[in-house]
């Protein structure tokens, strides 16, 4: 396949998983019960299970995916259903669902980049919640069966917006989730490394500057603050502690190796 060379870094390869995983949802939305799709309080409760397993990754939903993963796909699919019946298409409502999420993502991507990612995980799980409290405040009271179809007709606070956001945010996370676990090492990160992920390396903000900003502010005498910016750290005063205790930069990995320490 010909990969072409897009705006921000992606590639056309990039968007032809998001398209398919798209209409693979068609697909999966079009199979399924109507009461099912319905019913609110398993949103509801598919949405707590989700949020309660990323918790237990520190809320980095990138590393929580595997376990979570399933439930995104659920939410995505009631969502997908959601969307499908309150469309005004003429052809294959569900295909014309994926179909525009595809396109609309990749609109996007040419204005905002990846910057919905580069506060890592726990930032796009932070995302996706922002976008859950609103349709469920909103949907909440309403219930479910024809008193949920009935309100989406209403399309109150525009919801049907929302769940377009939500649905197209959790395409997004399964797909950089699916493209972390193709890289060799992520998950894996040897003692004394922090593997850098491509947006972190590409836009300068990482979670590894962050840190150092806040480490900084301890007192200079403090052991931890030292031996953090020794293994860490890339300030001018973190080069001068590596300098003295030949730490080095990993070309190889993007990572930063403690003295002894190998990223191969």
Not at 83 to 89: G, R, V, W
């Amino acid at each position: 396949m010909k990969t072409e060379e897009l705006k921000n870094g992606r590639t056309s390869a990039d968007y032809s998983r998001i398209e398919q995983l798209g209409l693979t949802m068609a697909e999966q939305a079009r199979r399924s019960r109507e009461s099912a799709m319905l019913d609110f309080a398993m949103l509801e409760k598919n949405w707590r299970s989700f949020e309660l397993d990323c918790r237990a990754r520190s809320y980095d939903v990138f590393q929580a995916w595997e376990r979570c993963g399933l439930l995104g796909q659920q939410l995505r699919c009631q969502l997908h259903w959601l969307s499908a019946l309150e469309l005004n298409a003429t052809g294959d409502a569900f295909v014309e669902v994926a179909t525009r999420d595809a396109a609309e993502l990749r609109e996007k991507n040419a204005s905002y980049g990846e910057s919905w990612k580069r506060r890592g995980g726990a930032g796009a799980f932070m995302m996706l919640a922002r976008k859950w409290d609103r349709i469920d405040n909103i949907l909440s009271p309403v219930g479910g069966g024809g008193t949920l179809e009935s309100a989406l007709k209403r399309n109150p606070g525009d919801v049907l917006d929302d769940i377009g956001d939500l649905r197209r945010y959790l395409l997004l996370v399964e797909d950089e989730a699916l493209r972390l676990q193709d890289l060799p090492h992520y998950g894996h990160a040897p003692e004394g490394v922090i593997f850098l992920s491509p947006a972190e390396c590409s836009s300068g903000q990482d979670r590894v500057k962050w840190a150092e900003g806040l480490i900084r502010q301890l007192p200079v005498e403090h052991d931890g603050r030292n031996s953090w910016l020794l293994n860490y750290g890339r300030s001018d005063e973190a080069l001068v502690l590596q300098a003295k205790r030949k730490a080095v930069w990993d070309e190889e990995h993007n990572c930063l190796a403690s003295a002894g320490s190998s990223g191969g």
